[in-house]
């Protein structure tokens, strides 16, 4: 074996090692920005929850349902675009799951959201996270009008 063959299989090998240690940190880079984007998610949607819940007047109050509803469509397509990777995608799941129930579950909740859908496009997201194929079926029981497609 030649020199030049030596150090072309040599490069080689390096750039094979080069690959792993790029794609490892791809790996990582998508966990830590899905774990980044389930705290920034769970902190809004915390947040836009208190402030509906403490609302008092009634057009305050709607407001902040909708804005609320905005945060978890935004949510839901993230979800649907598959852009969480690895346990954050489990806990966004589960967290949209638990807080679409209680909404449906509350008589004022579920009647103002049946108002704000305005177009066949209006909470399209949150329709689709419903009607995706899933492992496990979803323990929430939705109003039909909030995931026909």
Not at 56 to 68: H, I, S
Not at 113 to 120: G, R, T, V, Y
Not at 126 to 141: C, D, E, G, M, T
Request: charged content about 25%; glycine content about 2%.
């Amino acid at each position: 074996m030649q020199t030049s063959d030596q150090i072309a299989l040599l490069a080689l090998i390096v750039a094979i090692l080069a690959l792993v240690v790029a794609m490892l940190a791809i790996y990582k880079g998508n966990r830590n920005a899905s774990v980044a984007t389930l705290v920034t998610l769970y902190e809004a949607s915390r947040q836009a929850f208190q402030r509906y819940l403490s609302e008092k007047a009634e057009d305050a109050k709607r407001y902040e349902l909708c804005e609320l509803m905005n945060l978890l469509e935004i949510a839901a397509a993230i979800l649907n675009e598959r852009s969480f990777a690895g346990v954050s995608k489990e806990i966004q799941r589960e967290y949209l799951n638990e807080v679409l129930e209680l909404l449906i579950g509350d008589k004022y909740a579920r009647e103002t959201i049946d108002n704000m859908l305005s177009a066949p496009t209006t909470f399209e997201h949150i329709r689709k996270f419903y009607s995706a194929k899933r492992s496990q079926p979803l323990s929430v029981v939705t109003p039909r009008q909030w995931f026909q497609l």
